[in-house]
Nanobody
Framework: QVQLIESGGGLVQAGGSLRLSCAAS????????MGWFRQSPGKEREYVAA????????YYAGSVEGRFTISRDNARNTVSLQMNSLKPEDTAIYYC?????????????????WGQGTQVTVSS
């Protein structure tokens, strides 16, 4: 069983930055693909970014590529999402998710463990 706890959300003006963190419990963290997803009211949960267990490869949604950076620290069981040049359309609840598999996927249904989410609000 893996527990995930996100932190770092908040209110920021357009063009600003936020850094989200996710702390994971449990063993074998370094073998999990870790992802970030987001969900706005009335919309489906949307893939944002993911990183392989080793941290060597990452994959981003087109809407955030070049603005967001995902990283992980396997020694501390944490994964982070640095968000720069934020836009009002980035407003959402952001979720950290873990997939106990070496295969990366953008499908939220393929992730087994989820955090409770953290609100990010970007004002115009």
């Amino acid at each position: 069983q893996v527990q995930l706890i996100e932190s770092g959300g908040g209110l920021v003006q357009a063009g600003g930055s936020l850094r989200l963190s996710c702390a994971a419990s449990g063993r074998s963290f370094s073998t999990y693909v870790m992802g970030w997803f987001r969900q706005s009211p009335g919309k489906e949960r949307e893939y944002v970014a993911a990183i392989w267990g080793s941290g060597g490869s990452t994959y981003y949604a087109g809407s955030v590529e070049g603005r967001f950076t995902i990283s992980r620290d396997n020694a501390r069981n944490t994964v982070s999402l640095q968000m720069n040049s934020l836009k009002p359309e980035d407003t959402a609840i952001y979720y950290c998710a873990a997939r106990p598999s070496p295969v990366l996927t953008t499908l939220p249904t393929k992730y087994d463990y989820w955090g409770q989410g953290t609100q990010v609000t970007v004002s115009s």
